[in-house]
């Protein structure tokens, strides 16, 4: 007679000859289908509570948030050596005497450091593990272990109409407890756009609570040399701009010119004293009055800003305002954390 038809164990009578062989089956069954721990062979050395992943070879990895090396699939029960065979908590909780998380809070994977684990999210290849039981245990959730969180996007944008003032607020914004967020360091994928570009470098200041943490410069615009446009072949062509001082990858627009006048971003190929853009070649001889005209800033940030109840957020004019710069827009791209 079946006991249980969800896991098809038997029921067992004292009088039952054999009812021990009947029990250890039971158990197996319960252990094929109660999935808390997992066994894997090490591919690397591990230790106790590091994270792991399963490699394409099928073995037992260091996991890091980093896109290939996970997800993660639990934490080792003890630590081992390559190719011994080693158990790995998948899912309830796990003690560390060294941990000292903050009580409730999601645990990730960590970003940088193989096996590691964080409560900070690391952005796009963020994965909660679990979360903090108490300062010295996780309570493992594989509902959120074998899937990524993936990127909560935060973004912020604005517009501002006309010439700057100096030192103007172009934006401030309170952090609520519902809605906490953090910029991560370089700001990839912001952009700030002036539809009048500026005559000397303005820099407008990104603050938290008054402090910079990052800034957005607006370059000058330029003359183009009067020289002839260069033929790079492949669909590149070179343009003479003698100590442009532009980086690889600036958004540039060219105008005044009678082939090149568009929107491009500078080719890897650019030197110093030329800059290549992807274009058509057509044969033109600048005269020196044609210019490169910086409409999309150069946006940079040294750390992560995290931001929490209660933090503001503002962009800050130059202190001194470019008498040409004006008629903004911009997005600003973070992470949402709550």
């Known amino acids: 007679m079946s006991l249980s038809t969800k896991y098809e164990l038997e029921s067992i ?6 009812w021990n062989g009947i029990a250890n089956t039971n158990f197996l069954k319960l252990d094929d289908h109660l999935h808390t721990r ?3 062979t090490c591919g690397e050395t591990v230790l106790t509570n590091e994270a792991v992943y399963w ?6 990895y260091l996991a890091q948030a980093d896109g290939t ?3 993660c699939i639990g934490l080792m029960t003890e630590g081992g050596l390559l190719d011994e065979g080693r158990v790995f908590q998948i899912r309830g909780p796990v003690y560390d005497v060294g941990w000292t998380w903050t009580v409730g809070g999601a645990i990730y994977l960590d970003p940088t450091t193989p096996g590691d684990l964080t409560q900070t999210p690391s952005g796009s290849n963020a994965q909660i593990l679990g979360y903090a039981q108490s300062a010295t245990t996780i309570f493992l959730t594989p509902l959120y272990m074998t899937s990524l969180v993936g990127d909560q996007p935060y973004e912020i ?3 501002y109409n006309g010439t700057l003032a100096n030192s103007l607020c172009l934006t401030r914004l309170p952090c609520s407890s519902v809605r906490e967020f953090y910029f991560p360091s370089g700001l990839a994928s912001s952009s700030f756009y002036a539809k009048d570009s500026a005559t000397v470098d303005a820099i407008l200041s990104l603050k938290k609570d008054g402090v910079e943490f990052g800034t957005v410069t607006f370059l000058a615009g330029q003359l183009i040399d009067n020289a002839a446009a260069v033929d790079k072949t492949g669909g590149k062509v070179g343009i003479p701009v003698t100590g442009h001082g532009l980086a690889i990858g600036t958004k540039i627009k060219i105008a005044g010119s009678i ?5 491009y971003i500078l080719d890897g190929t650019t030197t110093t004293n030329e800059i290549v853009i992807t274009e058509t070649y057509a044969a033109e001889t600048f005269t020196g009055v044609e210019t490169l005209k910086m409409h999309w800033a150069v946006i940079t940030s040294a750390v992560q ?11 800050i004019a130059p202190t001194t305002a470019d008498v040409t710069l004006a008629n903004l827009g911009w997005i600003i791209s973070g992470v949402r954390t709550s």
């Open 38 to 40: 997992g066994v894997g």
């Open 55 to 60: 490699g394409s070879d099928g073995k037992i």
């Open 69 to 71: 090396k996970q997800p």
């Open 305 to 315: 800003a995290d931001f929490v109840d209660g933090n503001i957020f503002e962009i």
């Open 13 to 18: 009578a004292y009088s039952t000859p054999g």
């Open 157 to 159: 944008g604005g517009t």
């Open 259 to 263: 082939n090149y006048n568009d929107d």
